[in-house]
Every structure is written in structure tokens, then in C-alpha cells.
């Protein structure tokens, strides 16, 4: 996917003129790099099309819209009602039982037109916002931990006798308890393939005492108050789930919503919710056989650029890893050929579970494990085509813009890296400071990473200053201030010195150097031209002074060497000088090889291009050998000036 085989190729293509001369071709070598690269290039946006349709495919805006509404529906209490029975306002497990009997049976079970008609249900089936069907029924479930599984001072042995844990997975409570005659009251281990659940407060396991609603309403409402009233929930308890699943067949999509309660030890109640919107059943439309023909190209593509990759790797051996752009290239075919090989997995799992989830209509299906696994699945995606757009740099470094700011990038890596030690050094050191004295007061600074993402944010202007004042009216200000002061007025300030500094740099040795980089638009018009001249419609031009230029090129090359001779057979006594000499007239030799001079050539050329990095390297090669011509001259005249006086001295001494 690199044009290198232009690269290798002779900047040489002799073409004959109508009279049988040999006519010279100006920057063929670069003409045939850039050809190569715009061709690779445009195989390359087409690869990048195909993958944009794949990934956009997977989404629409109605996702957006459905977890909108069972956002609405489930987490915000309508204004008719009393806004502690909503889902975010839950602080104890007395709210739990009055959300669940009120707000949650409302939104899960719709028997009635909006005109409080009542609705015939086919199946006994529920569909929420009269849509989105409920896929059997609504699961709940809780974890509990064990009595005495921490530590009580000897000090309060007579004031408390129980003590509850902050979840653990060896803490987790698995014994039968209640009326232990349904599942409810015993604990049911889940499948390895469940995923766990990261909540606010630690990390939960996918098992636990759960039961599912029935498919009635009032039976329900009867069902959780039996649990209320036997104590279902215990001081054990430490995280309580809500999952159902719903389908609208409208726009073909699931919604796997889960609504998490979280009591931790220190009392009161941390609401969370997951809702996801996806795309189960791939092909039911004909624009979704379109995209699985996008995905056979897709696959197609992959297999290439892998055959490719595996040529490059077996030809440059080592070297090819000491691009940063074949890392890049690795790393999309990695992640790739990981999306292929999920979603083949996904595609089949889907079709294996479907029937089995929805064969009785009373059970809970759990799609959340499909769910959440498609959504990881999307994340990559996302990662894969987000590199896959940086990866265009890589084909228009012939531009001199682009080449200008990835000189700089490259120029000023060492000073940023140094930089960034210092700023991060005292970055961390105002985190650590900020979490210690607000930590225990502000949301903000509740963590050390929250500390970390609040600093950024200061850095950024968004900020509260009155809360960081309110938890510490002296430590407050002198934090805030000083770190804006030295953070954001100096540090910033001199990482924009550093790339400001050395872009200023890489300019003006870009304005040195003469340009010789053939644009674009001099392909085109040159292909314009060729294209007008097959077809007849112009007349091919003809090179007049092909002689002169091939001339003037023999001539450059002469006196380039008759320079180079006549330092090399300088004053070869002085040992330092010899070793600069001998440096250069290597350096010379290896040029020469990397570009031979017109006589040593075939054909005659009338200039052989070079890229700018190769310039530079000319260009210092070329100023050093003038220093070394400067000092030879030097200690010439020296030595001139010494045989003069000698003779001199000799001429007296004779008389």
C-alpha cells in the first residue's frame, strides 16, 4: 500500500522525438511516485467508501430517537406525578419498591388507549408507546453479600453485631433465604457468557436471586407487593437489575434496556441505566443486502492489503517496522480482520438464539448479552475507521503543506517529550493535591481520575470555582489560582513556543530549498494534453534545445566533481582536516551512487530529481564541503605565506 516501487525505479525515461533524438523527461522519476500514489490513492478512497457505508449502515437516527423515548418513559417521572417515585430520584429501598410499583409497571404494561379504552393485547402481549412490543417479560434480580464479612473495632463488639461488606465477588451471599420455596428467595448462577455489570461502586456478577413479572399488570402489582412485604430486600443487599428487552418492527431495531439500583455499605441508593438500540436481524430490506455486499468487498479488500503486507514484510524484513505508517497499516488489518471474524459470530449467534430466546413468551430472553457485545462491536468499528481516515496522510506527504507540518511534528518530538515530563510532573502533583483537600466534599474531585478530567476541564475554562471555595475557603483559591497561573499561562504558552518555534524553523529552510515537487495540476494538465493529442484533437509539442539543457546538465556535473577532486587532493598533513575530508569524500561517494551524474548514465537527463529531505541533505552536504574549501584556502595562504618569508629570510642570509 506504499509506492516504493516508483521509488526504485530510474529517474531516467528516455522517449523518441518525431526526428529519432533522444528526448530528455524533466522529474520523470517523481511524475511515476506521484502516479503511483494518486493510484494507490483513489484504490484506497474506494476501500474507505465501502467502509463508511458499512459503518454507517449500522446506525440511524432512529436509535437516537428510541432510547430518547424509554429514556423519557423509564428514567424521568411525568409531571403528574410525585417526583420522588421516579427512577433518578431513588435514595433508599423504600423509593426502590415505589418506583417499581408505580412508574415502571406504568411504562412496561400499556392496556389502555389514550382515551382510557381498553386495549385488546394479542398473546396477552404489551407494547410500550403502542409500538415497541416487550419480548416476554421483565426480569429482576439482586446481589446480596454475606453478615460479618468486614471488620468492627473491639471498641463497638457490644454496640453492633452485624456488619455488611462493599460488594465482592468473594463476599457475594448464595445461601437460600426468605421463604426459599421460588426462585426469588434462591440464588441462580448465570452462563459464563453473561457479561458483568461495572457499576458506580465496584464490579457485579452476572447471577442472583431473580424472578420475572408476569405478563399481567395487576399481577405484577401483586407480586412486587408480596415481595415488599416479606422483606425481599435486605441490608445485604447491594445492587438490584431491571432488564427487559422490546422490538419494533417498524424500524427493524431491539431496544436491551437495564436499570440499575446500587445500595452501597454507606447507606442511600446510586441509580445507573444502560439503554441500547441495535440492529439484531442484518438483512430484511434491500439496502441491507446492499451493505452485505459491501461487506463481501470489504473482506475482499482486507484479503488484499494482508497479501500485500505479507510481501513487504518478506522483502524489507526489518526495516518495514521501522515505519510508523506500516504500524498503521498493521493495525487496521488487525482490527479488521477482528470485526469480520465478530461479526460472522455475531450473525450466527443471533440466528441460533433468536428462536430460543422467543419460544416462551414468559421468560425473560436476555438479549443484553447480544447487545452488549454488538455495541463493543461497533466501538471497534469506529476505532478501525477513525484510523483508517488518518491513514490518508500518508498518501499526500507529496504535498508541500503536509510536508511542512510533519516536519515540524517530526522536528520537535525530542523538545515536546521533555516538555511533557515537566508539565506532567506538575499536572499530577496539583491532581493528587486537589483530590486530598476536596476529595471527601466535591463530586468533581471525588476520584483521582476524576481530579485528572476536572484539570483538563480548568484548562479548558469550564470550571466551579464556588464549590473548590465552599470545601476550602484558604487551600481553594491558592489551588485554583496557582495552577492556572503555572499551567495554563506558562506551561501552555511554551508548548506553543516549542511548535510555533520550530515550524518558523522548517519554513524558512522550505523557502531555501527551490521547488521541484510536480503538482497536481501539472499531472492533469500533462494527462490532458497526452489525451487531446491520441485523440487528434492537438498537436504533439516539440522540444527544440533538447541538446543545450543535456549540455548545461554535463556541464553541472563536471565542475561539481573537478570541486569535489580538488578538495580531496588538499593539504593531507593536517590529521583533522584529513578526517573531514575523507568524511565528506564519502558522503560524496554515497550521493554520487544514490545519484549518478549524467555521464555515468545511459541516457542524458536534463535534471534528476530529488525530494526535499533529500535536498536538505544536499544542501548541508554542499555548505560543509564549502566550510572545508574555506579552510583549505586558508591554510594555504598560511603555508604560502610561510615559504614566502622563509625565502626571504634564506635570500638575506645568502648576501
Not at 468492627?152 to 463476599?171: G, N, V
Not at 457485545?373 to 483508517?388: D, G, K, P, S, T
Request: with cysteine; net charge neutral; hydrophobic share 40%.
Amino acid at each position: 500500500m506504499e509506492p516504493s516501487a516508483a521509488r526504485q525505479r530510474p529517474a531516467v525515461d528516455p522517449r523518441l522525438s518525431g526526428s529519432g533524438a533522444v528526448k530528455p523527461r524533466v522529474s520523470c522519476s517523481r511524475e511515476l511516485e506521484l502516479k503511483t500514489t494518486l493510484r494507490e490513492l483513489l484504490v484506497y478512497i474506494v476501500f474507505l467508501t465501502d467502509l463508511c457505508l458499512l459503518t454507517f449502515g449500522m446506525v440511524s437516527t432512529d436509535m437516537y430517537y428510541l432510547n430518547k423515548a424509554m429514556s423519557h418513559l423509564f428514567l424521568e417521572p411525568s409531571s403528574s406525578e410525585d417526583d420522588r417515585s421516579g427512577f433518578g430520584s431513588i435514595g433508599s429501598r423504600a423509593d426502590f419498591w415505589r418506583f417499581a410499583e408505580g412508574p415502571l409497571l406504568d411504562g412496561l404494561y400499556w392496556d389502555k388507549w389514550y382515551n382510557n379504552m381498553t386495549l385488546t393485547l394479542q398473546n396477552n402481549n404489551s407494547h410500550i408507546y403502542y409500538e415497541n412490543l416487550l419480548l416476554g417479560g421483565a426480569q429482576i434480580r439482586q446481589l446480596k453479600v454475606r453478615n460479618n464479612t468486614c471488620s468492627i473495632y473491639p471498641y463497638f463488639h457490644t454496640f453492633l453485631e452485624d456488619c455488611y461488606s462493599e460488594y465482592r465477588y468473594r463476599a457475594e451471599d448464595r445461601s437460600d433465604f426468605g421463604l426459599r420455596n421460588e426462585s426469588e428467595w434462591k440464588y441462580t448462577s448465570a452462563s459464563s457468557l453473561s457479561p458483568w455489570y461495572w457499576g458506580s461502586m465496584g464490579l457485579y456478577s452476572s447471577g442472583g436471586y431473580m424472578f420475572t413479572l408476569p405478563k399481567s399488570k395487576q399481577e405484577s402489582v401483586e407480586k412486587l407487593v408480596f415481595l415488599r412485604q416479606n422483606s425481599w430486600l435486605t441490608r445485604g443487599t447491594r445492587a438490584v437489575f431491571i432488564d427487559f428487552s422490546t422490538y419494533n418492527a417498524n424500524i427493524n431495531l431491539f431496544c436491551i434496556i437495564k436499570l440499575v439500583v446500587e445500595f452501597p455499605a454507606t447507606g442511600g441508593a446510586l441509580t445507573s441505566s444502560h439503554i441500547y438500540s441495535v440492529k439484531l436481524l442484518r438483512y430484511v430490506t434491500y439496502y441491507d443486502y446492499f451493505l452485505a455486499s459491501c461487506e463481501i468487498a470489504f473482506c475482499l479488500f482486507i484479503i488484499t492489503f494482508i497479501i500485500q503486507e505479507a510481501i513487504k514484510i518478506v522483502k524489507l524484513k526489518k526495516e518495514y517496522f521501522r515505519s510508523a505508517w506500516n504500524w498503521l497499516d498493521l493495525l487496521l488489518l488487525v482490527v479488521s480482520i477482528l470485526a469480520i471474524a465478530f461479526n460472522v459470530y455475531r450473525t450466527v449467534e443471533v440466528s441460533l438464539l433468536m428462536e430460543e430466546l422467543l419460544s416462551d413468551a414468559h421468560v425473560y430472553p436476555d438479549f443484553y448479552f447480544l447487545a452488549f457485545w454488538q455495541v463493543l462491536y461497533n466501538n471497534m468499528i469506529a476505532v478501525n475507521i477513525f484510523f483508517a481516515w488518518i491513514k490518508i496522510f500518508k498518501y499526500v506527504n507529496f504535498n508541500k503543506t503536509m510536508t511542512q507540518l510533519s516536519s515540524t511534528l517530526s522536528r520537535c518530538a525530542k523538545d515536546i517529550t521533555g516538555f511533557a515530563i515537566m508539565f506532567f510532573i506538575i499536572f499530577f502533583a496539583y491532581a493528587q493535591l486537589g483530590y486530598l483537600v476536596f476529595g471527601s466534599q466535591v463530586e468533581e474531585f471525588s476520584t483521582f481520575q476524576n481530579c485528572i478530567f476536572t484539570q483538563f476541564r480548568i484548562v479548558l475554562g469550564d470550571f466551579n470555582f464556588e464549590t473548590i471555595e465552599a470545601a476550602n475557603r484558604i487551600l481553594g483559591p491558592i489551588y485554583f489560582i496557582t495552577f492556572v497561573f503555572f499551567v495554563f499561562f506558562i506551561l501552555l504558552n511554551m508548548f506553543l513556543a516549542i511548535i510555533n518555534d520550530t515550524y518558523s524553523e522548517v519554513k524558512a529552510d522550505f523557502e531555501v530549498i527551490p521547488s521541484q515537487e510536480l503538482q497536481i495540476r501539472d499531472l492533469f494538465r500533462q494527462s490532458c494534453k497526452k489525451a487531446l493529442v491520441k485523440l487528434k484533437l492537438k498537436k504533439p509539442e516539440v522540444d527544440t534545445n533538447p541538446a543545450d539543457e543535456s549540455l548545461e546538465s554535463k556541464e553541472f556535473s563536471a565542475t561539481k566533481r573537478k570541486d569535489i577532486s580538488k578538495l580531496s587532493n588538499g593539504d593531507s598533513a593536517d590529521e583533522k582536516s584529513h578526517l573531514k575530508l575523507s568524511k565528506l569524500q564519502k558522503g560524496k561517494e554515497k550521493l554520487c551512487q544514490k545519484y549518478p551524474s549524467t555521464e555515468d548514465t545511459d541516457s542524458v537527463t536534463a535534471q534528476s530529481y530529488v525530494s526535499t529531505a533529500e535536498f536538505q541533505q544536499l544542501f548541508r552536504y554542499t555548505a560543509e564541503l564549502a566550510k572545508e574549501l574555506n579552510n583549505t584556502n586558508a591554510k594555504l595562504r598560511r603555508i604560502m605565506k610561510s615559504m614566502q618569508q622563509l625565502k626571504d629570510a634564506s635570500g638575506k642570509t645568502a648576501q
